[in-house]
């Protein structure tokens, strides 16, 4: 179906020829973008919001988009709502031009747009670079009602996605990738759980799980909300790094869809004692273990990553030079390896708790190899490894380790 | 705030002057309106849907409308998407003029568009009734940016509203009023489990609590999306009735207040054996009894009935003549009764669980108040009574009657 109306003549267009705005000017690099901002003393004083630390986040967006493309053999239209200055966007467009053909960024804040809309024109984006200023939610059902389909969304706002999540399906091509990242990881981590259960409708733990927790909590907010709106997802990627956590799924239409995912929400189960943490379905039954169970949840329950879209995703590193590509080498690792290795233990925290001191992990890593299992250091969290070794075998290697 | 645009200049509005659609017409009345509707032999067969015994469902829209217009002591001004040919909003402006500012009213249906056109003029609506031909999201989010809000919403799709509820935050004033209304029983009420887990995020249970769980399963769903947008609600009323249940809400603004609404947030119980049932907290003990546990959620588990909205309605119906005054009484009369009757037990599926006969009503009423308890029929489900009796001592009462 063709599209009801021009995308500049949908409201809050925001024309060409604006004004860079009364601020200095300050000369950023990320990637292989050169652009301006207004300068300041901190990024939180700064007149616009930009996060040079959020590198690692715009790298897997590019990373995952690119993959995209080239998996479906076509460019790929783009919507990135929340988007700020839109240095994400102009990184695709510079460094993934064939993956990419065109993109809507909005912001509601001007002072925003006129610095997007400055970079926009001096890196010559005129024709495949759309900004708005609009509410998110209504520029979204507006664009929807006008035909216009994105093949990915990237919904990164500052605090949680709860609030926009709903509002994205109707605008959403059959099959498309989404990724979505929420930065209030202390809601997300346990550390206020009523935060997390009100925003998130799952009940978090502040344990040494917590941060795959929050992961699997932000995956079944999403699902639900795929599921009211008769679509089913599959996890390609998920990672929790530098006070934010960011997930990669692909969408499928049907109840039937729908319904698979939701048989993977449920809740996780934790042993006190033993550290094993075990999942089960909303109608499961509740495990038995050596220690008392703290439960978090409802939550996804299924696998985090897709392993076929990070051995890909692997691949691509290689010849891109994306600025932290080594970290996101080691969370794609970690990806490949998730079906294998599904025990996954902070040793630092369980250390603690057991009363002993911490071996090396060297010494660790060389007597669970030596007992034939499998181990790797995770990314979720500092300190966590994820093997294929039981929580009680673990305990065992600790206390001898610590006794040595 | 001022509105942006002017209501008729909103995309999607229906002028007046309208012609009555290629079609013999057939005269209607309910309540105090007469109304025009195209001929058909049944409601499924007809070219606009109108279904007559759905009066209940509007009388109670109309009584509550009322009543909150008297409690705020001002006129209402009120949107009803998905509203058919839109003979709820007529009649309140027939009905209850003194209540009512205005009324928009959407439907993506031309023919429909068409019938409400005609009967808005005949009527002579034509100042505070907006009829609109959209996309039902659309609309919302376009009147919300338009700075359009209302006190109250009645939202009453065919089948769930789960696709919907999200959207409509934004268009509501502060402590505004809500009703919902879901058709989709055989989900809600446990025939097809994972229909009413995707569509509501809570797992049904199909045994005698059945109806009372449809409701607060509904209510479940209509929480977490309050908590998504910091808003927190009060029941006023609910229903499980005709194949339908509707549930009447206050929302308050807040985080305090969604937390305080995400606390009623928890599972329900049923005991296997005594039919005892338990309402747990999300991070709650699971709790134990004689038999085993039937577990249904995550529900909403606190009161569906708020005691003074029932009694000021169970006043006003003795004035309003409402065609479906009879029903509605005997439900505002459980709401007043609430908190004191908290056991809920359907006695005939009891009874053929227990593989006994079933006593009379009045047998086992004179019975329950002889032993000091009180005991009315619900309106939730046949053969349903609401009792502040225990599981245990009702079993014993209803063998005793079986032996007689």
């Known amino acids: 179906m063709s599209n009801m109306r021009k995308i500049s003549d949908i409201n809050g267009y925001v024309e060409g020829n604006s004004k860079w705005p009364d601020f200095d000017k300050k000369i950023c690099e990320e990637g292989n973008v050169v652009f301006t901002i207004p300068k300041s003393e901190n990024i939180y004083d700064a007149p616009i919001f930009f996060n040079p630390m959020m590198n690692l986040n715009r790298d897997l967006s590019i990373l995952f988009t690119k993959n995209y493309s080239e998996k479906i053999n076509r460019k790929l239209r783009i919507f990135e709502p929340l988007a700020g200055i839109g240095i994400r966007a102009m990184r695709m467009l510079k460094e993934i031009p064939e993956s990419v053909e065109e993109i809507v960024i909005s912001d509601y804040n001007t002072i925003t747009n006129s610095v997007s ?189 897709d392993k076929d879209w990070c051995e890909r995703g692997l691949k691509s590193l290689e010849t891109m030079k994306l600025p932290s590509e080594k970290r996101i080498a080691k969370q794609l690792l970690e990806g490949v390896n998730e079906e294998d290795l599904k025990g996954f233990f902070q040793i630092s925290k369980l250390c603690k708790k057991l009363k002993i001191s911490q071996p090396s992990f060297t010494d660790l890593f060389s007597k669970i190899d030596e007992e034939g299992f499998k181990v790797i250091r995770s990314q979720f969290k500092d300190q966590v490894i994820r093997t294929n070794i039981s929580g009680r075998k673990l305990v065992k290697i600790l206390k001898e380790l610590a006794e040595k």
């Open 117 to 305: 809309n400055y970079n926009k024109e001096k890196l010559n984006f005129t024709n495949n670079l759309h900004i708005f200023n609009r509410e998110t939610r209504s520029l979204t059902l507006d664009l929807a009602e006008n035909k216009y389909k994105y093949d990915y969304i990237d919904l990164d706002p500052f605090g949680s996605p709860s609030p926009y999540i709903d509002f994205m399906w109707p605008v959403l091509n059959s099959k498309a990738l989404i990724s979505v990242t929420a930065t209030d990881m202390t809601a997300l981590c346990g550390v206020y759980p009523m935060a997390c259960f009100r925003k998130y409708g799952g009940y978090p733990i502040n344990n040494q799980h917590n941060h795959e927790t929050a992961i699997r909590i932000l995956l079944g907010m999403v699902v639900r909300s795929a599921g009211r709106h008769e679509k089913g997802i599959t996890p390609i990627f998920s990672i929790s790094v530098d006070h934010y956590a960011k997930i990669f799924f692909k969408i499928e239409n049907g109840r039937g869809r729908a319904n698979k995912s939701m048989e993977q929400i449920g809740f996780s189960f934790t042993c006190d004692n033993c550290h094993e943490i075990y999942y089960e379905k909303i109608d499961g039954e509740i495990p038995k273990c050596c220690g008392e169970l703290q439960k978090a949840g409802p939550l996804w329950i299924g696998k985090l990553f």
